[in-house]
């Protein structure tokens, strides 16, 4: 199996709304599986502003809509989604190098794209969020600064134990983070070895670490010993709890390369995927926290090799989300208040808390998705073109002068 090109030659619209890729090699299945994370996150927390606003709180009567509720309600395992895709998109070029030949990473490169890719939308996002929060929780500049410095250094969980005060959902851009740190290390370890080893590692990790997990899950044990703090709050706040789907993310980067070229795509693909995807939003916590990674895998898996579910991963506005859930994730939180206190002005007086929440994701999401598509256009697209710094620095020189020699190099190359 080879990655698809970019497209060319399709609509002015995909065009425009179309991710950048590093490497001028694009897998659209990838950006189909960010759509399922995104969306699943967006329904997730349009549910919680619901409960927030609506007192009702008593669950439906029927199993299926109950099932239904509890459903939306899990959708904030969108973000175990993303991170089992960051493990694969970080994992494959590794895996490429070890596993095919390929040219191996220059780790210098590795870490200058996510400078040059990623920081500069996250630092604008929390300097527009930095004056709104401050208002709406009543808090000083001099208050609410330290917060803030601590989310741009993503270090905000580890100092203050609790979500970031500016930019809610950096959280898990604090543990993404984590990870981008560790690959380089890891990924060696696990992709140097033999397919039988590094696979009886890889998945011997994944049920090991889960048991682990469901021993500390009750937050019975203290950290640090003798204080009241729980140890699942400080693994929470590290890579220690979440690294086992950036993991699952390196298996199926390992399958992608070395299995799935040899298999045809077939519809027990598609039945077995499905079946994983239902999986992943219905079963209980302490399931889901041992057979999560594995659930993921196999869902990953139908994602690349079904037929019919490869077809809705390819489809363009799938993949036009999907491509701008970076976007979406640092901008959705802060429309969502927005949106809901107007929603909760028009929308009519309807009673029941499912019902109203129906509603409410069905004319929220667009929304939301449509704020993230103007910062998409606007701020990331921009920075996903390597050569960004170089221009800003051509700009630069012919506003305010000649740069010196020395700065002329490629800055985005750090050459």
Not at 25 to 47: C, K, N, T, W
Not at 49 to 60: D, G, L, R
Not at 79 to 92: H, K, P, R
Not at 160 to 171: F, L, R
């Amino acid at each position: 199996m080879v990655d698809e090109p970019e497209p060319q030659g399709r609509k002015w619209i995909i065009r425009i709304f179309r991710r950048v890729t590093s490497g001028g090699q694009y897998i659209p299945e990838i950006d189909g599986l960010r759509f399922i994370a995104i969306v699943s996150v967006m329904v997730y927390h349009i549910g919680v502003m619901t409960i927030i606003h609506v007192s009702n709180h008593a669950y439906p009567a029927f199993r299926v809509l109950h099932l239904f509720r509890r459903m939306l309600f899990h959708g904030d395992r969108g973000v175990a989604i993303f991170f089992a895709i960051s493990g694969f998109v970080l994992g494959i070029p590794f895996a490429r190098a070890y596993l095919l030949g390929a040219q191996k990473v220059s780790i210098k490169q590795y870490f200058l794209r996510r400078l040059t890719r990623l920081e500069p939308p996250y630092v604008l996002s929390q300097l527009i969020r930095l004056f709104p929060v401050m208002a709406a929780r009543g808090l000083t500049f001099m208050l609410i600064l330290p917060h803030f410095i601590a989310g741009l250094f993503y270090v905000h969980m580890i100092i203050y134990h609790t979500a970031p005060v500016v930019q809610i959902v950096g959280w898990s851009l604090e543990i993404e983070i984590q990870f981008y740190l560790l690959v380089p290390l890891i990924a060696p370890l696990f992709f140097r070895e033999s397919a039988l080893i590094r696979r009886c590692l890889l998945l011997g990790f994944l049920f090991l670490y889960g048991a682990v997990l469901l021993r500390i899950a009750d937050g019975t044990i203290p950290f640090p010993p003798g204080s009241d703090a729980p140890l699942t709050t400080f693994l929470n706040a590290t890579i220690i709890f979440w690294i086992r789907y950036f993991v699952a993310g390196f298996v199926v980067a390992d399958l992608y390369l070395t299995v799935m070229p040899k298999l045809q795509n077939h519809w027990i693909w598609d039945a077995l995927s499905a079946a994983c995807w239902f999986l992943v939003f219905a079963i209980g916590k302490a399931a889901w926290n041992f057979w999560g990674p594995f659930i993921l895998i196999l869902a990953f898996f139908g994602a690349f090799k079904g037929v019919q579910l490869v077809r809705f991963f390819r489809f363009s506005l799938v993949g036009i989300v999907g491509g701008m859930c970076y976007s979406i994730y640092l901008t959705h939180s802060l429309a969502l208040q927005g949106f809901y206190n107007i929603y909760m002005r028009v929308s009519p007086n309807i009673r029941g808390i499912l019902p109203r929440l129906i509603i409410a994701e069905i004319f929220i999401l667009p929304a939301l998705v449509a704020v993230g598509a103007v910062f998409f256009l606007l701020i990331e697209r921009p920075c996903m073109d390597r050569r960004w710094p170089n221009r800003l620095a051509a700009w630069c020189g012919r506003r305010f002068g000649r740069l010196p020699s020395s700065a002329s190099g490629n800055l985005a190359t750090g050459e």
